[in-house]
Each structure stands twice: as structure tokens, then as C-alpha cells.
């Protein structure tokens, strides 16, 4: 069974940064895909970035240039760090992982999914 436990959310100024972690496990972390999303309150799930390996991943557009997907294998860790965020990034982000080998920011193809940690960004 696939356990995905998010850690690093908090409170920030517009500007700021922060880095958030995914522990996994129960899971063959070095193959597959794994992903962030993020959910605004009255907003529908978006897919925010993708990895497989650290030469094939995906952004979204809101996204590309102010955070990084990044993932540890050893540690079997998930990480992005989100820079130079803005009021609209403020959401509960989660992780999720699935078996493919493309880095889909659609949220339906993802099998298993962390609780989330909640990201504020205020103006």
C-alpha cells in the first residue's frame, strides 16, 4: 500500500519561499511518476508539476521559471520548491504518485494521493 506524507507548508509573504517534501512509501519510487497538484478553496485540483526522472518533467504554465520538482531516491523523498510565490499560490498542495512513465499534470491518472499541506502567500 502507497503512503504519501506531505511536510513543509506554512505561511509566507509574497516574494517568499518555501520547499515542500513527500515521504513515500510502499512504493517503487525510482520508476513511475510522481506529482504535485494544489487546490484553492471553490477551485477545482491542478496539476502544478510532474517528475520521472530529472531530465523529463512538467510545469504548469502559472508555475514555470518559480518552482522546481526535484526527487531524492535514496531517500525516496518528493520535493518542490516554489520561489518568488504570489497570493495565487496560496492552496492545499498535495503529492500524488502513479505507475506511467509520463509526467501527467492531469490528476485523474493518479492513483494515490497524500493529505496535503497548506500553503498561504499573503500580499
Known amino acids: 500500500q502507497v503512503q504519501l506524507v506531505e511536510s513543509g507548508g506554512g505561511s509566507v509573504q509574497a516574494g517568499g519561499s518555501l520547499r515542500l517534501s513527500c515521504a513515500a512509501s510502499?512504493?517503487?519510487?525510482?520508476?513511475?511518476?510522481m506529482g504535485w497538484f494544489r487546490q484553492a478553496p471553490g477551485k477545482g485540483r491542478e496539476g502544478v508539476a510532474a517528475i520521472v526522472s530529472d531530465d523529463y518533467t512538467r510545469y504548469a504554465d502559472s508555475v514555470k521559471g518559480r518552482f522546481t520538482i526535484s526527487k531524492d531516491n535514496a531517500k525516496n523523498t518528493l520535493y518542490l520548491q516554489m520561489n518568488s510565490l504570489k497570493p495565487e499560490d496560496t492552496a492545499m498542495y498535495y503529492c500524488?504518485?502513479?505507475?506511467?512513465?509520463?509526467?501527467?499534470?492531469?490528476?485523474?491518472?493518479?492513483?494515490?494521493w497524500g493529505q496535503g499541506t497548506q500553503v498561504t502567500v499573503s500580499s
Open positions: 500524488a504518485a502513479q505507475p506511467g512513465r509520463y509526467p501527467s499534470l492531469q490528476s485523474h491518472e493518479y492513483s494515490s
Open positions: 510502499g512504493y517503487t519510487y525510482s520508476t513511475g511518476c
